[in-house]
């Protein structure tokens, strides 16, 4: 473990991610608790400019960007990471059902998986946000629905390789069940690729859910999601740009954190890095 650590610590875009998420975990964890009310309005102080009052100046009703960016921050997050969460253990179950079993149940199982594929997948994300209502929880399902299948790929591809190899062989002669044999022994040693590939999509899932909010799928206004608030403010551009700027800029640099992150989880678990 030391060896990989400083691996992964020589990797100066991979420290620069693991820093900016850093910020960003803080910010969640603890910045609310620092900043206003992000609801409350005061159309007296509506599209001004930043200010020592107001860090990133306030939107079309007076409220404070900072303090909606910054509760933004735990609402994005917590979108990305229950994404990850909900696809890769429904992704990770059907990889390892069809690799492990191999025959008619792979079959089944990845002619499921290429439905999903055949179509793009924001327009599905899209489909199912709105047949099950614009809010939160069902943008969290919608994404995790149309992201499954990557790892369910991802794990098939490792059971299959896994399956015949002598440590499993030596297991079921040695009486193990097939219910073992996928838990104990296939499942661990296919979940490298999983994690790396995790660290990428919730970076790709916050900027999903955000795209949803944008277009009046996701998160609904007063919400202070990032894709939201640059929907409601995208009409002020010319007069108050810092209102939009602001989530988009945290977008951005959320979505670089799990990108330089996983850029840097693959060089250091990727044998074929080394």
Do not use: C
Not at 189 to 210: D, K, M, W
């Amino acid at each position: 473990m030391p060896k990989l650590l400083r691996r992964f610590l020589r990797n100066p875009g991979a420290v620069l991610g693991l820093g900016l998420l850093a910020a960003l975990l803080l910010t969640a964890a603890f910045g609310p608790a620092l900043v206003g009310d992000p609801l409350a309005q005061n159309l007296a102080e509506r599209l001004k400019p930043p200010s020592p009052a107001h860090p990133l100046g306030t939107d079309q009703l007076g409220r404070d960007v900072l303090s909606r960016v910054v509760h933004g921050a735990r609402i994005s997050l917590g979108v990305g990471f229950g994404v990850v969460l909900l696809a890769s253990a429904l992704g990770v179950g059907v990889g390892l059902l069809a690799g492990g079993l191999g025959g008619a149940w792979d079959n089944l199982l990845m002619r499921l998986t290429d439905i999903f594929f055949a179509f793009p997948s924001l327009i599905l994300a899209m489909a199912i946000a709105a047949a099950l209502g614009p809010n939160l929880a069902n943008t969290v399902l919608a994404v995790a629905l149309v992201t499954w299948p990557i790892y369910a790929r991802l794990v098939r591809a490792q059971a299959l390789a896994l399956r015949e190899r002598e440590f499993v062989e030596a297991a079921r002669a040695l009486g193990a069940g097939q219910g073992r044999v996928l838990l104990r022994h296939l499942l661990p040693n296919s979940l490298t690729p999983v994690l790396v590939q995790a660290s990428y999509e919730v970076g790709g899932a916050i900027l999903t859910a955000a795209g949803l909010s944008f277009i009046g799928f996701g998160a609904q206004p007063p919400t202070p999601e990032w894709g939201a608030m640059v929907a409601e403010t995208r009409n002020y551009m010319a007069e108050a740009p810092w209102a939009a700027t602001a989530p988009a800029v945290a977008i951005l640099l959320t979505v670089l954190a799990f990108n330089l992150l996983g850029d840097g989880l693959r060089d250091v678990l990727d044998p074929r890095g080394r």
